[in-house]
């Protein structure tokens, strides 16, 4: 018998909010998992608990986002009880009232990146990088992994933390080559200062329990050992079950059941997810108690025939080689071509598929031996005409640190766009500096 | 008139109010083993100083099947579940007896049958309970709020053998499994004694010439009507607390969110009032070690009451309580107790204070201390732990979970703007617990027999929950049993009138022909749009709607 936790579990599910009334994201979503879990009496267990979630500061996005014009435009009460969810969980772990806790929340957050200009992929701000910013900021973690299940590539997630090495970032998806995003393959493993602190694991159409737990014992949980988090994220998107109507995974409860007590997370945070009636209530109600350290055996959608469900000797060879090939990649990955000391830079179009905005973004790290690197980016949107970002990272080295404050100065006098947002992590430190306080003669600083 | 009978634990008390106020009480011991005899003498004492003027109705109050199921005095129940897929079987028989029997079948969440009830192994339970001469049930299903077709097939099957049979779904609408089984199980367990009970209630009522219609107090500061009283006995549990709440909503003009201390001899108990009114627990009390469905005012009871023992741990903490050893030393008893730290404090004179003194001073010299440092630091931990309870009862309340963006974000908090202090030493404290709080108190007169004065002001309450599903063109109101078809242009609003207007039908046709839908108020009313395999244009429909706790006003003029 597995010992039990105390699990505090954070439902909110957005009653009064949708994206349209037909959305996938829309009040329906969470209704039938509150059904269930109510029904089966799971809050009256002793060892479950259920909180109210906190509300999100624009504080608590501004350490993690760079928001153009602000957090207060990209964002609507629903974004700030969603991640004041996500918060909520890290306060009940790190207090020690809870052993873990499952943030059950809606609206979701795993594609919104380092800017943000609106909504993309349902998300407009990433509920699990604002919680990992909080974690750092009021209780001094350092190391930490997020595994990201949902059948989408976390490709938000994935960019806040492309250049961090501290953040383990574990993705396994649908093969972008299928699927929105359209990204996550094998060879996405992370900026110059954070090679092999990304990893994607594509996993082909029609993956069943039996590819999903192979990759979790023979790719992440080695992996984990290797790292040794302090403390372990899972994304938890729902959408890779059999039933989600815009996925062509094979997944089913026990498999995300059985998943979960293998992985062992500290925190879960609800990504996506849209078979509401067939597949979450019973998800989520495993999720619940394989967290609780309870027996899930009995949970079973009705419709859950595993024989029909069995993947091809196809499939299951395809992601023998993906893992054997992606350990490779995590051990010794293929270096970059960069010069130390000197900045790399990525340029790349950032679509936002909700809110129809095109975002053009060159994103600079400084490739330091020493530190993660100052990150510097210029965002350009038909609405705004061009912002700029400058983060200091949290683990800078005094060259990064000074070079963030140049890049500022450099701004404030010469940029001719809208707004500059700068966050340095170090010393905690957050600007915004807006069209009217910018100069291009470079004379009025303050 | 109005009669108010109030089978306490220890007094059983009586009044009889009419526009003017109280005009008769009486009070007499509570025969612990024979409660009939109580209110026999009750009734015997409070018509003899009233004979005349007609009464017009009857309530009461009775620890009956509170006391059954604290003292464990319940029968043999056949227990028939059906779980389905979901949390594993183990968790589901929570002692609910040697009959607990689980057998195969399934409702999902919307109220699809997903497996039909084995029904071959539910006769031979049947039959299995039969040998061991069980003649109470109680059916269960998971979702028959949604479904209730596999608890009536059970219901079907167990007819022949049953003096008594508790369906699940018409004690509550409400979705939670565990504590529909428990209350179901209470239900059946208690039904055969609450009923011999009820039928020298009846005779007793009979005898004394009382024609008026008869009800029975409920955990949630409401009535039930005596005949429907006999099918739910379960609804009786915790009477005692609710009335002494009711009393004090009768005794002072509370209209706004504030804290009701009811402090008496053993225990203080703590109720949370919001804008007037007494706040519910979340899902239905726990009780007997069972959390049941049964709706009840939230009431914390802790451990601190006039008679608390004060006594000097070996590591020299000062105690108040949670036993009671006796009445204070200056009453006779055997050991000082908070009355007696008042007394020679000053803050009262109660009985002999001088006892006060001589006790206390015996105290602190065994333990080499000053009678000022005990009679100080008790004072401050009975305050202190008063005062601690109530705001975190207060504090559970506000965390409630809800689940909508405004609630979460425009929620307005409870927060008391007064103290109502009620109960023995109630005078005595009031002062220093206002001064605690920070906050204006009020000692209603007469809080003697509030308890029996709100028995007899109560009215009537009662919840029904109502379920639609337009994808399926099904309605549902499981407490009463109304299942039809609807059309799918069926709406929340129509939804909301019917389950208005049946809820005041219903209680038209039992023994309540004065409740309209003025009374009514809703307590959710929900539509979601559901977008289906097929279709995006049906709805998923929830609507809860009661009556809730209130008083007889015509009369509350004259109280107060």
């Known amino acids: ?446 | 008139m109005l009669l108010g009978i109030d089978v306490g634990g220890t007094h059983t008390d009586a009044v009889i109010i009419d526009h003017e106020g109280v005009v008769a009480t009486a009070k007499v011991e509570t025969d612990h083993n024979d409660l009939i005899a109580s209110l026999d003498a009750v009734l015997e004492k409070i018509l003899q100083s009233e004979p005349k003027r007609p009464i017009r109705k009857v309530n009461l109050s009775t620890t009956l099947t509170t006391n059954a199921i604290v003292e464990k005095e319940l029968e043999e129940v056949g227990v028939l579940a059906v779980s389905g897929p979901g949390l594993a079987p183990a968790h589901f028989n929570q002692d609910l007896g040697q009959n607990f029997y689980l057998f195969a079948g399934s409702i999902d969440h919307r109220g699809a049958l997903q497996q039909p009830l084995d029904k071959a192994a539910t006769t031979q339970a049947i039959n299995d309970c039969q040998t061991k001469k069980i003649k109470v049930f109680a059916v269960v299903s998971k979702f028959s709020t949604r479904n209730p077709e596999i608890e009536e097939a059970m219901a079907e099957l167990v007819f022949e053998q049953s003096d008594f049979t508790t369906i699940g779904h018409r004690l509550s609408g409400h979705l939670n499994f565990p504590r529909r089984l428990a209350t179901a199980y209470y239900n059946a367990a208690v039904w055969r004694r609450y009923n011999v009970f009820a039928d020298a209630v009846g005779q007793s009522i009979r005898k004394h010439h009382l024609d008026a219609p008869l009800s029975i107090l409920k955990a949630d500061g409401g009535t039930i009507d005596f005949k429907n009283s006999r099918n739910h006995p379960i609804q009786t549990i915790l009477s005692g607390p609710a009335a002494s709440v009711m009393g004090i909503i009768a005794l002072s003009s509370i209209t706004e969110d504030a804290i009701i201390l009811d402090i008496g001899g053993t225990t203080t108990d703590i109720a949370i009032f919001a804008d007037g009114t007494p706040l519910l627990e979340k899902n239905g009390v726990s009780f007997g070690g069972r959390a049941t469905s049964v709706r009840a005012i939230n009431t914390n009871s802790i451990g601190v009451g006039g008679d608390s023992a004060i006594t000097i741990s070996s590591a020299g903490e000062i105690r108040v309580g949670p036993k009671r050893m006796g009445p204070p030393l200056a009453l006779a008893g055997p050991q000082p107790t908070l009355i007696d730290v008042c007394n020679v404090k000053g803050l009262s004179a109660l009985g002999d204070c001088r006892k006060s003194l001589i006790g206390l001073k015996a105290l602190a010299d065994k333990y080499g201390i000053t009678i000022e440092n005990i009679t100080e630091n008790a004072l401050e931990t009975a305050l202190e732990t008063i005062h601690g309870e109530a705001l975190k009862l207060l504090e559970e309340i506000n965390q409630r979970p809800v689940y909508t963006v405004a609630e979460v974000v425009h929620g307005a908090a409870i927060k008391p703007q007064k103290l109502y202090i009620m109960g023995g030493p109630a005078a005595i404290l009031a002062p220093l617990l206002g001064r605690k709080f920070a906050l204006p108190t009020e000692v209603p007169d007469n809080f003697a027999v509030a308890n029996a004065i709100g028995t007899a002001l109560t009215r009537t309450t009662m919840e029904i929950e109502l379920f639609a599903d337009t994808g399926k063109k099904l309605m549902f109101i499981p407490n009463l049993g109304i299942r039809k078809t609807i059309d799918n242009s069926y709406s929340l609003s129509q939804a909301q009138t019917y389950c208005i207007n049946e809820l005041v039908k219903y209680l038209n046709e039992n023994g309540h022909p004065e409740i309209t839908a003025a009374d009514v108020s809703v307590v959710e009313a929900e539509t979601f749009n559901m977008v289906d395999d097929y279709s995006a244009g049906s709805k998923s429909i929830r609507v809860s709607c009661q009556i809730r706790p209130g008083l007889e006003t015509e009369y509350l003029q004259g109280i107060k």
Request: proline share 7%; with cysteine; glycine share 8%.
């Open chain 1, 1 to 446: 018998m597995k010992s039990l936790n105390h699990l505090g579990v954070i439902f909110f599910p957005a009653y009064d909010w949708a994206i349209s009334p037909t959305h996938p994201e829309r009040e329906e979503r969470l209704l039938y998992t509150q059904d269930q879990l109510r029904e089966e009496g799971v809050f009256d267990l002793a060892n479950i608990t259920e909180y109210k979630p906190d509300i999100a500061t624009y504080a608590d996005i501004e350490r993690t986002h760079f928001c153009f014009p602000g957090p207060e435009v990209v964002t609507t009460e629903s974004h700030l009880v969603a991640a004041g969810g996500a918060i909520k969980a890290a306060r009940l772990v790190m207090e020690k009232e809870v052993d873990k806790a499952f943030a059950l929340v809606r609206p979701p957050g795993h594609h919104a990146m380092k800017v943000v200009h609106g909504n993309r992929g349902f998300c407009n701000i990433n509920n699990e990088a604002i919680l990992v910013e909080f974690l750092r900021e009021h209780y001094g973690i350092q190391k930490i992994a997020i595994v990201d299940t949902d059948c989408h590539h976390g490709d938000g997630t994935q960019d806040i933390y492309w250049h961090d090495p501290d953040v383990l970032f574990i993705s396994l998806h649908q093969d972008g080559r299928t699927l929105y995003p359209g990204t996550g393959f094998s060879d996405e493993l992370g900026g110059p200062t954070a090679r092999g602190r990304t990893i994607n694991i594509p996993l082909p159409p029609y993956t069943a329990d039996e590819g999903f737990l192979y990759v979790i014992d023979n790719l992440v949980l080695p992996i984990l050992d290797d790292f040794k988090p302090e403390l372990i994220i899972n994304s938890a998107g729902q959408d890779n079950h059999y039933g989600d109507p815009i996925t062509n995974m094979n997944f089913s409860a026990q498999g995300y059941a059985v998943l979960n007590r293998k992985l062992n997370p500290d925190i879960a945070v609800l990504e996506g997810g849209y078979s509401i009636h067939g597949a979450l209530p019973y998800i989520n109600l495993g999720i619940v108690l394989a967290m609780a350290g309870l027996d899930f055996s009995h949970v079973r959608e009705p419709d859950y025939h595993p024989e029909s469900l069995r993947q091809s000797p196809q499939i299951s060879e395809y992601i023998k080689k993906l893992c054997a090939l992606t350990m490779q990649n995590y051990r010794k990955p293929p270096p970059l071509n960069v010069k130390p000391n000197q900045y790399d830079t990525r340029s790349r179009s950032i679509y936002y598929d909700t809110d129809g905005i095109n975002d053009l973004q060159v994103e600079q790290i400084m490739v330091c031996p020493s530190c993660s690197g100052v990150r510097h980016l210029t965002s350009k949107t038909r609405s705004h005409a061009s912002c700029m970002g400058i983060e200091i990272p949290i683990d800078a080295c005094p060259r990064c640190r000074d070079e963030g404050y140049r890049l500022l100065h450099a701004g404030r006098s010469n940029f001719r766009g809208k707004t500059i947002k700068f966050i340095n992590r170090r010393d905690k430190e957050y600007l915004t500096l807006n069209e009217f306080e910018l100069t291009p003669m470079g004379r009025y600083f303050f």
